[in-house]
């Protein structure tokens, strides 16, 4: 695709991030984020799992306590103070009623106008075949988005306490083939790459290259092919969804 990139909308204050593993946010989005919170939006994160079967050498009773402190530690580079789990099982999330609900009542809770999230499709573009944890979560998303305003989808819910929000503007899908919106993150890269980072062990257990040139690599590599579709710009994409 060749057709110019429009700027993502700026004329929001909150947003609630929801992707299924730690390090799902850091291939691109967060140098997004460090900009966003830089202007003083305020910036939540959901993950749906731990992320325990991330990292083949690593028993998930270890893993899942290291890759949370990862997550922490990488939301903190970028101006993230708030960092959830749901303790979905990792690998095997089932788009389906439950997670919807549980994405409801998250968004409900957080009241955003911008709700990011991962790629959904089947590939990330051609034939690299998406996870199904992402599919899943991305999917549940774009439902939940609706399903939060809906006082009559979920009625248990307002008895807990929270009420419909159906102040959601945008859902936001990272990572996605067929962006439509881009964020120029000249002044968050350098954050964005230091965020990547801090998932070292998740990182280490990928691939053999040195960490930081790994990070750095990817995320120049991806700012820059965005950059032709935005003013030269080096940039994080979106498929942008309005409700």
Same mark, same amino acid.
């Given at each position: 695709?060749?057709?110019?990139?429009?700027?993502?909308?700026?004329?929001?204050?909150?947003?609630?991030?929801?992707? #299924?593993?730690?390090?799902?946010?850091?291939?691109?989005? #967060?140098?997004?984020?460090?900009?966003?919170?830089?202007?003083?939006?305020?910036?939540?994160?959901?993950? *749906?799992?731990?992320?325990?079967?991330g990292?083949?050498?690593?028993?998930?009773? %270890?893993?899942?306590?290291?890759?949370?402190?990862?997550?922490?530690a990488?939301?903190?580079?970028?101006?993230?103070?708030?960092?959830?789990?749901?303790?979905?099982?990792?690998?095997?999330?089932?788009?389906?009623?439950?997670?919807?609900?549980?994405?409801?009542a998250?968004?409900?809770?957080?009241?955003?106008?911008?709700?990011?999230?991962?790629?959904?499709?089947?590939?990330?573009?051609?034939?690299?075949?998406?996870?199904?944890?992402? %599919?899943?979560?991305?999917?549940?998303?774009?439902?939940?988005?609706g399903?939060?305003?809906?006082?009559?989808?979920?009625?248990?819910?307002?008895?807990?306490?929270?009420?419909?929000?159906?102040?959601?503007?945008?859902?936001?899908?990272?990572?996605?083939?067929?962006?439509?919106?881009?964020?120029?993150?000249?002044?968050?890269?350098?954050?964005? *790459?230091?965020?990547?980072?801090?998932?070292?062990?998740?990182?280490?257990?990928?691939?053999?290259?040195?960490?930081?040139?790994?990070?750095?690599?990817?995320?120049?590599?991806t700012?820059?092919?965005?950059?032709?579709?935005?003013?030269? %710009?080096?940039?994080?994409?979106?498929?942008?969804?309005? %409700?």
């Amino acid at each position: 695709m060749t057709a110019p990139l429009e700027a993502m909308p700026t004329d929001w204050q909150s947003c609630l991030a929801i992707v #299924a593993h730690p390090d799902d946010l850091e291939y691109g989005a #967060a140098a997004a984020v460090a900009t966003w919170t830089d202007r003083g939006a305020e910036v939540g994160y959901l993950l *749906v799992t731990r992320g325990e079967a991330g990292i083949d050498g690593i028993d998930p009773s %270890r893993c899942a306590p290291l890759r949370e402190k990862e997550q922490r530690a990488s939301a903190e580079v970028v101006g993230v103070r708030s960092v959830e789990f749901l303790d979905h099982r990792d690998g095997v999330i089932e788009y389906g009623v439950g997670l919807r609900r549980d994405l409801t009542a998250a968004i409900r809770r957080h009241r955003p106008e911008l709700v990011l999230t991962l790629n959904h499709q089947d590939t990330w573009g051609g034939t690299y075949w998406n996870s199904p944890d992402h %599919r899943a979560v991305g999917r549940a998303v774009l439902d939940a988005a609706g399903d939060a305003g809906n006082r009559w989808i979920f009625t248990d819910l307002a008895d807990d306490g929270l009420e419909p929000w159906g102040g959601v503007r945008w859902v936001a899908v990272a990572g996605s083939p067929n962006p439509t919106h881009a964020v120029d993150v000249s002044e968050g890269f350098e954050r964005g *790459v230091r965020s990547l980072l801090a998932h070292r062990a998740y990182i280490e257990g990928l691939t053999d290259e040195d960490p930081e040139t790994y990070c750095r690599n990817f995320l120049t590599g991806t700012t820059r092919s965005a950059a032709s579709r935005f003013g030269g %710009r080096p940039a994080t994409t979106f498929e942008l969804f309005p %409700r």
